[in-house]
């Protein structure tokens, strides 16, 4: 059914009475309340959705497409309730690249699972040997997601789960369950009963998932520390695991490159989202010769961007989701202003703003070994160093633990690429950041994670590979 508005929506998902009240980020009003499920919610989840599983895995490729297609039709017809709520919950506008164009995505991507022929491979055949390898679906998959694309990220997790006769149990961010729980009711509409189960429950709802012995594969987004605790956890049943985690993604200018004509790309490329994105634009390292006028072009685009309440359809930045990311951004940026670097945009918040809002800030003339550049603000602060050439910048972007994307900004083309290959990302764009795409795979190097996610790769990690010889 269509869902007039988001009220509407949180109703057939609210419990009638009690529950956690999660409030706006924006405003601090009461966005909706939550039903606390706990470790044996868990335990009637995971039964319910390995109950299920044979019989979505039977039901076959055609069918599974079919059934997806059609709750990416259910997504569509409650696009404005889902990006309202989600507006509210999660504090993104709905204008500008946020909430609509993130459901937006959530219906894309659930297509995109859909796209692709996941046939058998031979391996071998020579006449006197035949081998070929085959994907199977794996069993159950636990998904455990964090809150600054929580239905996009969400739909990454499960589309391609469902599509290969996987059945799912999700454990949404405690940030922003409403907006999880929300979309699963609205896939639920259209899928069979219990082939997609969500418990929304805290981090002990997630260790339990992580070590469950009837989870097959745990698909996780979240930070690296989490990352890790849940690759120990998942140890015992041997589990697999793709792994999308933190990112110190930068961004490199060339010395041919036009300032003027990327400082838009830059910015979105950095602040998107406000900043609460994996793989956006989180140190920017630019050469002396053209520093200023980047500098400059930057600062003008940024400061004509509108921040402020999600629902306001002017603003396309909003708040940071909760005060612990608040207080991150703003202890990385007091320690960057306290060190001596400059201010070109922001650093100055209203500490009596009703919401969790940290303006639009650019931090010019610091120190690469300075904090707000080597830890992931996670939030509207760009540091923009300064280097003397292109092989001072490779070395600090290399010089991390972390290797989600980056991005080589230049007018020649060629040189981009020979820059590119000598940067440590699972992702190097070429004058853009962050602009992923369902059918390109998309995965992070060294301490951002592995395993690839989009894409026929995608599809094939969340199956068994089976080699059948003879
Ligand atoms: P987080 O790691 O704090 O939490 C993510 C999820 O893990 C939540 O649902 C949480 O309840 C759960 N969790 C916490 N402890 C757990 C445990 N011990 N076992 C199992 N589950 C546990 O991350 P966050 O703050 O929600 O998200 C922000 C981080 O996510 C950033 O570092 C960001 O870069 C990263 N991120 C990465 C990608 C990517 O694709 N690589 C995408 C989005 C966000």
């Not at 082939?195 to 097959?216: F, M, T």
Request: glycine share 10%; hydrophobic share 45%; net charge negative.
């Amino acid at each position: 059914m269509a869902y007039a508005n988001a009220q509407e929506l949180l109703d057939a998902i609210q419990p009638a009475t009690g529950g956690t009240e999660i409030l706006d980020p924006a405003t601090g009003e009461l966005v909706g309340r939550v039903a606390e499920q706990s470790a044996a919610d868990l335990d009637a989840a995971v039964a319910s959705a390995k109950a299920a599983q044979p019989a979505w895995d039977a039901l076959g490729h055609e069918e599974r497409k079919r059934l997806l297609n059609a709750a990416a039709d259910n997504i569509e017809a409650n696009a404005e309730a889902l990006a309202e709520l989600l507006s509210r919950e999660q504090g993104k506008p709905l204008n500008g690249p946020n909430a609509r164009f993130e459901v937006g995505g959530a219906a894309a991507w659930l297509r995109a699972a859909t796209a692709y022929e996941v046939e058998p491979e031979v391996v071998v055949d020579d006449g006197e040997t035949y081998a070929a390898k085959h994907y199977r679906a794996l069993g159950v998959v636990g998904a455990i997601g964090p809150w600054n694309w929580p239905m996009m990220i969400s739909i990454w997790q499960l589309a391609p789960s469902l599509r290969m006769g996987n059945t799912v149990v999700m454990k949404p961010s405690e940030y922003t369950p409403l907006s999880v729980l929300a979309l699963v009711h609205v896939l639920n509409e259209v899928l069979p009963a219990d082939v997609l189960n969500i418990v929304a429950g805290g981090r002990e709802v997630g260790e339990k998932l992580s070590g469950h012995p009837d989870i097959a594969k745990i698909m996780f987004t979240g930070s690296t520390p989490t990352g890790k605790a849940i690759i120990r956890s998942s140890a015992d049943t041997v589990k697999r695991l793709t792994m999308e985690l933190g990112g110190n993604d930068a961004g490199i200018v060339l010395e041919d490159a036009d300032p003027q004509a990327i400082a838009e790309d830059l910015f979105w490329g950095a602040f998107i989202n406000t900043g609460q994105t994996c793989a956006a634009l989180k140190r920017l390292y630019v050469p002396e010769s053209i520093y200023d006028a980047v500098c400059d072009a930057l600062a003008n685009v940024a400061a004509k961007m509108p921040m402020g309440v999600g629902l306001d359809e002017n603003n396309v930045l909003g708040p940071l989701q909760n005060k612990a990311q608040y207080d991150i951004v703003a202890s990385l940026v007091k320690d960057a202003v306290d060190s001596g670097a400059k201010v070109l945009l922001g650093a100055n918040p209203d500490e009596n703003a009703a919401g969790y809002f940290y303006p639009t800030t650019l931090i010019a003339d610091i120190d690469p070994s300075n904090r707000l550049v080597v830890e992931e603000q996670f939030g509207p602060a760009l540091p923009i160093i300064k280097v003397k050439d292109t092989a001072e910048a490779i070395k600090h972007a290399n010089a991390l633990e972390v290797g989600l994307g980056a991005s080589v900004w230049s007018s020649n083309r060629e040189q981009a690429l020979e820059v590119a290959a000598q940067i440590q990302a699972g992702t190097v764009w070429i004058n853009s950041h962050g602009t992923i795409d369902p059918r390109i795979p998309f995965g992070g190097a060294k301490q951002s994670g592995y395993g690839l996610e989009f894409g026929l790769d995608g599809l094939k990690s969340l199956a068994q590979p089976q080699i059948i010889k003879g």
